[in-house]
């Protein structure tokens, strides 16, 4: 791909490529339209070298969200998990897990502490917990709203449920629902998650949207038997889904699941996903994911690097949070969330770019998806 086929693909031929995505004169909040690769073009973005491709995509996060790296709270609210994924250290059969569950009273402390320390997005997510079936994560959602107050913004992540029980939520005070896909491939998906089929989670996925809710999703990379297809097929599923947020985690196979001897994801494979959603969706809001920061000690710098625009410091309070183990080897379990908030402003400062307390609501964008192949010249 040539250097102007790169070019083409942020600037879309215009000379200006700020104006392109802003408008002469324009403020970064009322952007109206974004040129979003294609498919072909994403297609061909995916052959080049890493270092080309996270350049690209950091330069398309500046022209849209600036310099500004987003501070979400993580709340890790139970362990509890009804689901048996193969690849979840949290499933249901994984009996050694030490399993917990937040008081309301805990959930509004933990709230009301991120408050006072600046948060103002504030990310509840658990496991398919039978406890918060019925209303149960209606009342819990009624307690976030209560503690965080009327300007902070509230995220869920509890799996599946009704469209009727989405709108509840919205209705009790929920911004966000974030609910990751994991992979586009439906027999993979199938077999991960133990019989649930991909269908029946694009389904609840419109049901979030449908109850006008702002849609988070995402997907891990390099699950056992993965292929280079399934990782664009990926990006073109979160491009399609049109989410607000996403998310890429790198697959760390767990000692107590079924793929406890699976390789594991690299980080080059889940930076090379990033910066494809970035030039997939430039609005969507992407954390640069702790599980990178797992498997290498520059996994999150490198996400920014390439276009990830949020960080979510785990504000779980510590007596809980080295029980929440998705995978192994998770970092940060032993301290608080709150004394993470420096350390990750100096580490983004060494990229050039700044921590934000905003809200970082979805951008009021319609991006626009050019057709045809990008060729070389």
């Known amino acids: 791909m040539s250097k102007a086929a790169i070019s083409s693909i942020l600037m879309n031929g215009s000379a200006d490529p700020a104006q392109l995505i802003r408008g002469p004169g324009t403020p970064q909040a009322s952007i109206a339209s974004i040129s979003a690769a294609s498919e072909s073009e994403i297609r061909e973005l995916a052959r080049l070298p890493l270092e080309e491709l996270k350049a690209l995509a950091r330069a398309a996060a500046d022209r849209v969200h600036g310099n500004k790296v987003l501070l979400r709270g993580l709340i890790e609210v139970t362990n509890h998990c009804a689901m048996d994924c193969l690849y979840c250290g949290i499933r249901r059969s994984n009996t050694r897990a030490v399993r917990y569950r937040l008081s309301h009273e805990e959930l509004a402390a933990t709230i009301a502490a991120g408050r006072r320390a600046g948060f103002m997005t504030f990310v509840l997510q658990g496991g398919e917990d039978p406890a918060l079936a019925g209303d149960g994560l209606l009342r819990l959602a009624e307690t976030a709203r209560t503690a965080a107050g009327p300007e902070a913004a509230i995220t869920l992540s ?198 934000s307390w905003e809200r970082g609501d979805a951008l009021p964008v319609v991006t626009t998806v050019r057709a045809g192949a990008v060729k070389d010249e």
């Open 158 to 355: 509890f799996g599946i449920r009704s469209r009727r029980q989405y709108e509840e939520l919205k209705a009790a005070g929920a911004d966000r629902y974030l609910m990751r896909f994991e992979t586009a491939d439906p027999e993979l998906h199938r077999y991960l998650r133990n019989g649930l089929s991909l269908e029946q989670r694009l389904k609840a996925l419109e049901d979030v949207r449908a109850a006008g809710l702002q849609l988070g999703s995402g997907f891990m990379t390099g699950l056992p038997g993965e292929t280079g297809e399934t990782l664009i097929n990926n990006v073109l599923l979160a491009q399609r889904l049109g989410m607000e947020m996403g998310g890429v985690g790198p697959f760390i196979p767990h000692p107590e699941t079924p793929l406890r001897d699976a390789a594991g994801g690299d980080l080059e494979r889940a930076v090379r996903a990033t910066a494809l959603l970035r030039l997939a969706l430039p609005a969507c809001h992407i954390p640069a994911t702790t599980a990178a920061g797992t498997i290498h000690p520059e996994g999150r710098e490198q996400m920014l690097e390439a276009g990830a625009n949020v960080l979510m410091p785990n504000i779980t309070p510590v007596v809980h949070k080295k029980h929440y183990l998705l995978y192994p080897g998770k970092i940060c379990i032993d301290e608080s969330g709150f004394q993470c908030v420096g350390c990750l402003s100096v580490r983004v400062m060494g990229r050039g770019l700044r921590l």
